[in-house]
Every structure is written in C-alpha cells, then in structure tokens.
C-alpha cells in the first residue's frame, strides 16, 4: 500500500524519533498480576513498586515494537541481538513509564483527550510527520486524513473484512503512534512542572558571568601524591572504615550481582577438517574456469554468497571479496584464499566488469497472451508503434497501465537471494539499454515492453560467481572436544581444582565479576540462558554442570566465586576496599606533604621543598584546572585561585585529587565580552535543569525494581 510505503521511507527517521523520545512509546494499560504459586517470584518477569510483571504481557509488548520496526524499515526480521536490544528497550521504558505514572497520579497529572486531539489539530509533533497522513501539498499532518482513514476501517472491519486485515498494519502503527504521544505529553507535564522548580536572580547570574569570564594566571607549585612511595603511609582497618561511612552512598548497587570463573572452549575446525574443505574447493576451481555460465556450479558448491548472474555494485559483496574485485582480469578464477577474520575459504571468478548507472528511471509495459505466441504478437505490434513515434503512456492506458516512469536503483535488486532468467533479462536490460531506448522482452508469462528514459551515477558493476564456505569443524571433531571437556568437568568440581588442572588439559580458566541478570549472556557467549538460570540459583563455591551453548560451537563450566547481594557493598568487598585503600592513601599522602609546607610562603620556599613549579594560565572557577605536573584536573585549586587576590600567594595549601598545591596568582583579567542578564540568567537555569537530568534515574532506583527476564529470555 502507498500509505505503508511512506511509513518505510521515513523508518529511519522514525525510529530515531521515538528513540529520542523512549518515555513515549508504551502506555499499554497497566500489566496484571499473576496469580501466586510456590515459586511466584520465579514465575514472573520482574516487578516495579511490587506490582508483578507477567511474562505474556511483557512478551506483548515486545512484540509491538518489534513490529513497529518491521513496518517502518520495510523488515521481515530482526536479528538475536537487535531482538535482545528491543527486549531491554521495552523494559526499560516500561519501568520508566511506571514510575512516572506513580508520580504524575500523586501530582494530579494527566493528559486528556481534549489534549491529544490538540496535538493532532496542530499536527507539529515530529511522530506525526513520519505517518502515512502527511499531506504532500503542506508538507503538515493532516487530521482529516487520519479521521478518514479511522473511518473507513471502522466501516471495513464489518462490511469488507479484506480490506479491514490490509489496513490492520497501518491501524495498529497508529495506535501505537497515538500511545505514544499520551505518554509524551504526560513527560512534558511533569517535566514542565519540574523544570519550573529552577530559578536563576540577577545576583547569581552576576557572579556566574564572573566565574566563567575571570581568567587567572599562575606560578604552581605542585607536589604530586605519586612522589611519596605508598610504602611510607600505613593503612588500616579502621581508616578504611571510617572512609567508607564517610562515601558509603556511592557503594549502593541496586541489583545482585554475582562474580564467576570460568572455562570456555571454541571447537574450531581441525586439520583434517581444513583439508577436507580445500580438496572440495579444488573441484569448485576446476569447473568455475570452464564453466560458461557458472550457474550449475555455483547451485552445488551451497556458497554464502548468491549468485545471480547479472552485474552488481561493489556493496552487494562481502568486503573482503570487493577489495580484490578490481584486480582480477575478466575471464579469470583466483587462486584459493582464505580469510581469517569470517573464517572462510573463497574463491572468485570475474565473469564481466562495466560501467553502468547506479539508478535508472524507465516504463513498462505488460504484454500478456493467451499463449507465448499471441503475446509476442501483441509486443511486437506496440514496439513497431512505439518505434514509429505513438505515444507510451497511451499505449499503456489500452492494456489498463499507467506506464509512469518509476527509478530503480543496484541496491533494490542486488541483494535477492536469487534470481530466475527472465528477472536477468529484465535487469540486465534496464542496466544496458541506452536514454529512450526500448526494448521487446520475452518471457515465461508473456512480454514486457520496456523503456529507459534517464540515467544516473555510472558507476562500476561486476558479474562475479563467489564460492565462500566457512571453515566448519566435523561431528567428530567436535565430539573429542566434548569428551576431552567433559572429562575435565567431572574430574574437577571445585574452583580450586579448576584453576590447578585446567593447563594440563590445555584450558584456561578466566574471570568475570559482577554479572547481572539484565546481561543476556554469560560472557558474552550466545545461548547461555540455562547457565545464567543455574547462576542465579547456585551457591558460592558450586560448578556449573557442562553447557553446549554459543552458536553450537562452544563448551562451558561455570563456577559461583561470590555473591553481592543487592543494597550496600561491605567495606571489605575487594572492589570498594582497593578504592577505598587509594583514597585513604591520599588523604595520608596530603597530610604529610601539608605538614611539610607549612608556613611556606613563595614558590622559591616551596620549590626548596621539592615542589614542581610550572606555570598555569586561563584558570576560570567555572572550569577545573588541568595540573600538567599531577596529570589531574583539579576543581579544587580553581576554587582557590578564584578566591585569591592578584599579586598574593596562596594562603593555604590546596588538596587535590593527584596533589597538594601552592601558588602564586600572577594577573586577573575579565575575557572580552558584555555581561546580559538575563541571558546568563536563561543558561544558569538550564544548567540546574541538566544537573538535575538525573531525576529519572532517582526514582527508578527508589522504585524497588526486579528483573527476573533472565529466566525467560
């Protein structure tokens, strides 16, 4: 349909918008409990604010989306990991919406239909401008046009059902474009609401302009934390302690998380396997030289790469096959290659290469027959007025055809997973046929009569039969891989044992920590779902069972190190006690240096000290100072330096985050420019708005959030 059509010639832009706009998409009607059982927690997809999230409802909308990109890129389907992608999107949005709901119901916010139907009069939002009901003369939404097209389902759906399941795309794209723009206008409200919590006043925005215009040049002197030897400083318990009261927020992680080592094995192809395949490909180059038309060949070697016989553009090629494209003679068969990178063996025969267009505009007409002979007659009869100067469209208008001009272009056609005889002759025509040449073309059901009136971007094509085959392993090489695996598995049941054995099998054994159930996989291994189900129940210190997971070609065992429950990480977690360590020996480290300045008053006292004096210019308090000799930023000695007057020295050692400083403010001087009020006043504002971006984040985490999809999915 020529409405689906201009969905999928916006789907790009489509998506894009409404991935701009995530809050946006979903505003299905609130997902229903499911009833309790003995494992309920296990038996759902998660919950928000307690409420449960079933599994078929999550499912459900996963679906609409994935159709909703289908629709708008023209898709049949997705891959694993854009479905995986859909699925967290989903997720995400879904908790998204919920807590905004949460907090729009305690506010008294809502969107009515009064609303909606205004958004719709207007017609400016950008969801609108990518449906099917954009008038083209305007180039605005046109309601009347959705109204109409509402109206004629309504009136399908009981007295043409035909027509009712041919709209059904169209009509379920705009109910989803229509939740959308609820949940859209619901955001703005609150975020409208939000936003005017913000105020900038004259006396604030005076001193900001100061802060980001007043530049200051200094002489440093630097004394870097790294100079002191961390022998030189003791640690203990209880200053760790004491440090992680003081940071204990930034320790909180809001899901359990779980730390594993492992052993993972790729079964690759052996050696007799390789040798196998190159003695096949030997046969495959024997007959593509002396094969004239390749198309026999190519239909017996099961190639990852089509053959359709006709000329393609370099795109329509793997990249690795269109790099050696121009260096092949015309007529020729290179020698096997193999290519390590896709794992393939690849040879190439180069049957033509030309200059053709890249688009072709043309018209057509379809000359059907009673039989093949009746059609030719009829064909011949239009190519001989055609060639004698009658008008084409009329002619077309006689067979009930519009014979409008049209534009093809490679990409259209090249890609076809194969391609019959009389598709060759008809492509092949359009790529060849010269400007307002027309040409009788024969075929199975009849004859089309086929005219190219423009050409564009010429462009280099090539005929090539490819013949490109992985390098797979046998069923018996993967079988000794699966013996000798297994063998290690059972004999070693215990982490220490995994670590101790696994060279003499010839295994590694490697780590992950804090895995979560929003991964998908287990170390990034497809098809891991029953090895993340068995993480998440397993106890610290079990070994996993064997899994064949991956795309069939992996081996794994798993073994549970540690379990971070969620909530607040312990002080002595090995991750939160090694930072923990670094900032106590800085604090240590600026104790000791402080104590050595004391009473310094320039930087030739200081140098005398050790300190590394360099100079600093164009501090501002608004940017943090780069300190060349430390290689930190330090907000610190900007605040320090914004406070001191021009001429003095510093009146106290500053503390940073590499080191402990001292200087001595050269000049200040304000950067050219007029201060504006209430443009500073706007920018201020905005600036607390994206400080405070993060509110979303806040309430998700206050929002008692479980993901149990790893059980699913």
């Not at 409208?192 to 900001?208: D, E, I, R």
């Not at 607390?688 to 149990?708: C, I, K, R, T």
Request: hydrophobic share 35%; net charge neutral.
């Amino acid at each position: 349909m020529a409405a689906l059509g201009k969905i999928r010639s916006h789907g790009a832009l489509l998506v894009g918008v409404i991935g701009a706009a995530l809050l946006a998409f979903i505003a299905e009607e609130a997902f229903r409990s499911c009833d309790a059982s003995k494992n309920e927690s296990r038996q759902q997809i998660g919950s928000v604010y307690g409420e449960k999230v079933n599994m078929q409802d999550y499912q459900k909308l996963v679906d609409e989306f994935t159709n909703v990109i289908k629709i708008t890129q023209g898709r049949e389907n997705l891959t694993d990991d854009e479905l995986n992608q859909v699925k967290d999107q989903v997720w995400q949005t879904y908790v998204s919406n919920k807590v905004l709901e949460k907090e729009c119901e305690k506010l008294g916010l809502t969107v009515t239909d009064k609303e909606l139907q205004n958004v719709l009069t207007q017609g400016t939002n950008p969801m609108l401008m990518q449906t099917p009901f954009v008038n083209q003369q305007t180039g605005r939404f046109d309601v009347s046009a959705l109204k109409k097209f509402l109206n004629e389902y309504k009136s399908a759906k009981t007295t043409n059902p035909q027509m009712a399941e041919q709209y059904q795309n169209i009509y379920d794209f705009w109910s989803f474009i229509e939740k959308s723009l609820r949940q859209q206008l619901l955001a703005q409200k609150y975020q409208s609401l939000f936003a005017s919590c913000f105020l900038s006043n004259p006396v604030s925005a005076k001193m900001a302009y100061k802060d980001e215009n007043e530049e200051s040049n200094i002489q440093l002197a630097a004394f870097p934390y790294s100079d002191i030897n961390d022998k030189e400083v003791k640690v203990t318990d209880e200053d760790l302690k004491a440090k992680y009261d003081e940071l204990k927020p930034i320790f909180k992680q809001q899901y359990e998380t779980r730390d594993i080592k492992y052993v993972d094995v790729q079964v690759k192809a052996s050696a007799a396997d390789q040798q196998a395949l190159k003695k096949e490909f030997s046969t495959f180059d024997k007959d593509l030289a002396a094969a004239a038309d390749p198309t026999q060949v190519m239909h017996k070697t099961a190639s990852l790469v089509n053959y359709l016989g006709i000329p393609q553009t370099k795109a329509a090629f793997p990249s690795d096959i269109a790099q050696r494209l121009d260096s092949i003679a015309v007529g020729t068969t290179t020698p096997v290659f193999q290519n390590t990178q896709d794992n393939t063996l690849n040879i190439i025969k180069l049957i033509a290469r030309q200059e053709l267009p890249d688009s072709v505009q043309f018209r057509a007409i379809q000359v059907p027959g009673a039989t093949p002979q009746e059609a030719k007659n009829r064909a011949d009869s239009i190519y001989t007025a055609l060639q004698g100067g009658a008008d084409f469209e009329v002619l077309a208008k006689k067979y009930q055809q519009t014979g409008e001009k049209q534009w093809i272009t490679s990409q259209q056609y090249q890609q076809a997973p194969s391609m019959d005889n009389d598709t060759k002759k008809y492509v092949n025509a359009l790529n060849t046929l010269a400007v307002n040449a027309t040409e009788n073309i024969a075929m199975q059901q009849g004859n089309i009569i086929l005219q190219v009136t423009d050409r564009k971007a010429m462009t280099t094509k090539y005929t090539a039969a490819v013949v490109k085959k992985e390098i797979k392993f046998s069923k018996q090489t993967y079988n000794t891989a699966y013996n000798k695996f297994s063998q290690f598995v059972s004999e070693n049941q215990s982490v220490e044992a995994m670590e101790k054995n696994a060279a003499k099998y010839g295994f590694q054994v490697q780590e992950r920590n804090d895995v979560s159930t929003q991964e998908h996989f287990v170390a990034g291994i497809h098809s891991t779902r029953d090895a993340m189900k068995w993480l998440f129940d397993a106890k610290d210190g079990s070994v996993s069972p064997l899994y064949e997971c991956g795309d069939n070609d992996h081996l794994l065992v798993i073994a549970l190190t540690k379990t971070h429950e969620k909530g607040y990480r312990p002080w002595n977690d090995a991750k939160v006690k090694e930072f923990l360590q670094q900032r106590v020996m800085a604090d240590k480290k600026a104790e000791k240096i402080m104590a050595k300045v004391k009473g310094v008053n320039s930087i030739q006292a200081a140098k005398a000290k050790g300190a590394k004096v360099s100079d600093l210019n164009q501090i501002t308090f608004a940017s943090p100072a780069f300190v060349t000799a430390t290689g930190a930023s330090e907000p610190a000695l900007s605040g320090a330096v914004a406070a001191t007057q021009q001429g003095k020295f510093s009146s106290y050692a500053v503390k940073g985050n590499a080191g402990v400083y001292l200087f001595q403010v050269k000049s200040k001087k304000m950067r050219p420019g007029k201060f504006n009020e209430q443009e500073t006043e706007q920018r201020l504002k905005q600036k607390a708005m994206q400080y405070a971006g993060n509110f979303m984040q806040e309430l998700v985490m206050n929002a008692d959030v479980v993901d149990n999809r790893y059980l699913f999915f």
